[in-house]
């Protein structure tokens, strides 16, 4: 159990987090929200003891392992799968001992323990995760160096799922992940079997993984149990209740002072104002609740162009002379809104390159609109704005004909106000860098624009707002994106690319879910035809059942004398936690292998069964 008690941290003197409380049962995933810039991160680091207090306490249990992603995994010569084996220390270690152990009993002990922590499937269970988040079976084995930081953040995050802490701080974990890795995710954190605490602003996400929000709010900590959406209607209940509260007691201040304004200078009823002044001193200040400054992104509109305003027919391309796409026959109009899906590595963003005129068509014909206009916003393209320069002197740049209060304009409208607008864009946040460079990639008003993971780092009511934009802009819309959420509320038409082709996805988004969460079924064998077994064959089959019949009695007697010994009541002494936690321990590994034992006598007593007819 994670408990945050009374706790204040303050930055520069000025509270982040003020006298904030609260607690995290064992095993439970909670999302943790909040405006930007309310201390979400600040709080994971005073968790891991990064930072320290001013008062207040955070405990959890004694030898508690915390992990969450670090910030980059170095460009190393290690593979991916040796990198995130090497996340499981305690594996580590032991197997460094092995090699040089030569006393008996530490040997006996080393082995127990890898048995015990399972090390001998973790390769495949690395492998599992990696290939999870998008690396291919060919990729795991090659360096890190290989790959960009985008993608070694993927194996930090594997690393940490991988060694499996007590306490999983995450921080915007999908910022770095395709669809398909996010909803991996996803599912991966329903069963995790271990507490959770989640940063993240992507509402499916919040909905599907998590049992609890917990929001940061006025410097103050509150858990709402329910995924995101119960907390926003929770949440909207409570400010429209506030705001009544706040207009009543207006209202009432309002009748008082109307008395005592009448009624203060007449001698015979100067009592009677004296009385209604004591009582307007003692009405509670309610204050309406504060609104939060709304996020906006104002598209420039582009003039209506004759349909189709691209044509493919038969069209292939791909990087020099390896194709990656091929027979491409579709069209795009004005009006489309288009979700890209499909596995990382099957050609979404090849397909986008082909849209936007950076790549041109191996073979095939390709019609574009004399005069169309493609806006592009990649990932990349943020992290390519000039540090050093602030977003007015970027947007003056492209349009300093304009002026800059028409440059200034254009900044409001995606949300940068006079301040962010005159600060260095290094110093700004991934969502205000991310704002920047959606404004310049639509400044020209095109009439398609291609947005490639668009919401990284853009907190909620920042996507809410594109999703408003999007819906109010008349050009074309082509979307690669890991929000459900936004492709759903978006995308009028979805394409599948898959095998090098670009087709029509007929069903919706939550069958695409279905389909990537749903593991594929081995192809069934064909069933030899049964030989009727011979009496050895059946006597083997009952040796396997009366070993199995033996192997359950046998856990069973250790799973009573366990249970005896944990009934103690003098074991639940204080000083006696460590040794009651070895027992406990121990009858919770009886009861795992009494299972599987379990299992494995009525499949021995199956097969005997089906051989005696």
């Known amino acids: 159990m994670l408990r945050i008690e009374d706790i204040t941290y303050s930055i520069d003197g000025r509270p982040l987090i003020e006298k904030a409380s609260a607690v995290i049962p064992t095993g439970h995933k909670i999302g943790l929200v909040g405006r930007n810039g309310a201390g979400k991160t600040t709080l994971f680091k005073l968790i891991r003891g990064e930072l320290t207090l001013d008062s207040g306490d955070i405990r959890l249990p004694a030898r508690s392992r915390i992990g969450g992603v670090a910030q980059e995994v170095p460009g190393s010569e290690d593979t991916l799968l040796d990198t995130v084996l090497a996340a499981d220390t305690e594996r580590a270690q032991l197997l460094a001992e092995a090699e040089t152990a030569t006393e008996p009993h530490r040997i006996a002990d080393i082995q127990t323990r890898l048995a015990d922590i399972d090390a001998w499937s973790a390769e495949a269970r690395a492998a599992t995760i990696l290939r999870g988040l998008g690396f291919t079976e060919a990729e795991i084995h090659q360096p890190c160096s290989a790959f960009s930081g985008g993608w070694r953040m993927r194996v930090a995050l594997a690393a940490v799922l991988f060694s499996a802490p007590d306490l999983l701080l995450l921080d915007e974990p999908t910022n770095y992940l395709d669809l398909e890795g996010a909803l991996w995710l996803e599912s991966y954190l329903e069963r995790y079997p271990h507490t959770v605490l989640l940063i993240s602003h992507d509402r499916d996400l919040l909905n599907r993984a998590v049992q609890a929000i917990l929001h940061l709010d006025r410097r103050k900590l509150t858990l709402y149990q329910g995924g995101y959406d119960t907390f926003a209607n929770t949440r909207a209940a409570q400010r429209a209740a506030e705001s009544a509260e706040a207009k009543k007691q207006d209202a009432r201040r309002a009748h008082l002072q109307s008395f005592v304004d009448r009624f203060r200078a007449k001698a015979t009823k100067a009592r009677q104002a004296q009385s209604r002044m004591k009582m307007i001193e003692r009405l509670t200040a309610t204050a309406p609740p504060e609104d939060p400054a709304r996020t906006v992104f104002t598209f420039p509109e582009p003039e209506e162009l004759s349909p189709p305003i691209i044509t493919m027919e038969g069209v292939s391309v791909g990087y020099g002379d390896k194709t990656v796409l091929r027979g491409l026959t579709e069209r795009i109009d004005q009006d489309d809104r288009i979700a890209l899906l499909g596995r990382n590595g099957e050609g979404k963003s090849t397909l986008s390159k082909l849209l936007a005129g950076k790549l041109k068509p191996m073979s095939g014909k390709l019609t574009i609109s004399n005069r169309l206009r493609v806006g592009f916003f990649a990932q990349h393209q943020v992290e390519e704005l000039r540090v050093e ?57 095109p009439h398609l624009l291609i947005l490639d993971e668009p919401t990284n780092h853009l907190d909620i009511d920042s996507r809410e707002a594109l999703v408003e934009a999007l819906t109010a802009y008349s050009g074309a819309v082509i979307l690669v994106s890991h929000d459900m959420h936004l ?127």
């Open 487 to 613: 492709l759903s509320l978006v995308a009028d038409r979805l394409w599948l690319v898959k095998d090098g082709r670009v087709a029509p996805y007929e069903e919706d988004l939550d069958a695409y879910r279905r389909m990537l969460t749903t593991p594929e079924a081995p192809p069934e064998k064909p069933k030899p035809a049964k030989a009727k077994p011979n009496r050895d064959a059946i006597l083997a089959l009952r040796a396997d059942v009366r070993k199995a019949e033996e192997r359950v009695q046998k856990l069973n007697e250790m799973r009573d004398k366990l249970a005896k010994r944990l009934a103690d009541p003098a074991l639940y002494e204080p000083e006696r936690n460590g040794e009651r936690e070895v027992w406990q321990k121990k009858y919770a590994e009886v009861m795992t292998g009494l299972d599987r034992a379990e299992s494995l006598w009525l499949d021995a007593q199956g097969k005997l069964d089906e051989a005696q007819g």
């Open 389 to 445: 320069e602030t977003p007015l002197q970027h947007v003056m740049r492209l349009r300093g004909s304009e002026g800059q209060g028409k440059a200034r304009a254009r900044l409001a409208g995606f949300g940068l106000q006079a301040v962010q607008a005159e600060t260095e864009v290094g110093r700004l946040s991934g969502g205000q860098k991310a704002r920047l460079s959606l404004l310049l990639a639509t400044i020209d008003a």
